[in-house]
Antibody, heavy 116, light 107 residues
Framework: EVQLLESGGGLTQPGGSLRLSCAAS????????MGWVRQAPGEGLEWVSL????????YYIDSVKGRFTISRDNSRNTLYLQMSSLRADDSALYYC?????????WGQGTLVSVSS | EIVMTQSPATLSMSPGERATLSCRAS??????FAWYQQKPGQAPRLLLF???SRATDVPARFSASGFGTEFTLTISSLQSEDVAIYYC?????????FGQGTKVEVK
């Protein structure tokens, strides 16, 4: 059974940093493309970042470029999202996503709240 | 950025009726496209992708059609458990984007 378990969310002040993690199991993590999708409270879905299987290709939406870094450790079956210079509009539930363009599997999300 | 526009915003129908949800892309996305279902308090769930391929364990009453810029999700006989928000998403070019969602209600 595929499982994606996110962690690392929490409450932080504007300008702060957080590192999200996603522990994957039930599939061969090292061969699969992954990503992060976020959903602000009561709002729709937004792709944030992608990373391919061997980490040589990454993508970011414009609003997070230069502030967020996606990475992965295939030896630990773990996906990361390092977030810095956080803003109020980054507040959202962040989902880890196993993706092939479409998202085959979703985690349950980790909540990030940015507020003073 | 390709904009995905869904209609209607809300669809309220009786059990057993046929529900049709639409999604329009601002430019051609070929069939690099997917539909998701999100029930309250849950993560989204993949329903259909690349035109009409059904994801694992998705009931046959869900079907999809379309290519290019116009796409349709059809629920052939609406059930009470289909109450959810339905999102379309393209993955033709980065940034991948979602539509704003269609909320399906059962009367």
């Amino acid at each position: 059974e595929v499982q994606l378990l996110e962690s690392g969310g929490g409450l932080t002040q504007p300008g702060g940093s957080l590192r999200l993690s996603c522990a994957a199991s039930g599939f061969t993590f090292s061969t699969q493309n992954m990503g992060w999708v976020r959903q602000a409270p009561g709002e729709g879905l937004e792709w944030v970042s992608l990373i391919n299987a061997n980490s040589d290709t990454t993508y970011y939406i414009d609003s997070v470029k230069g502030r967020f870094t996606i990475s992965r450790d295939n030896s630990r079956n773990t996906l990361y999202l390092q977030m810095s210079s956080l803003r109020a509009d980054d507040s959202a539930l962040y989902y880890c996503a196993h993706q092939r363009g479409h998202v085959n599997y979703w985690g349950q999300g980790t909540l990030v709240s940015v507020s003073s | 950025e390709i904009v995905m526009t869904q209609s209607p915003a809300t669809l309220s129908m009786s059990p057993g009726e046929r529900a049709t949800l639409s999604c329009r892309a601002s430019q051609s996305i070929n069939n690099n496209f997917a539909w998701y279902q999100q029930k309250p308090g849950q993560a989204p769930r993949l329903l259909l992708f690349r035109g009409s391929s059904r994801a694992t364990d998705v009931p046959a009453r869900f079907s999809a059609s379309g290519f290019g810029t116009e796409f349709t999700l059809t629920i052939s006989s609406l059930q009470s458990e289909d109450v959810a928000i339905y999102y379309c998403q393209h993955f033709n070019s980065w940034p991948w984007t979602f539509g704003q969602g269609t909320k399906v209600e059962v009367k």
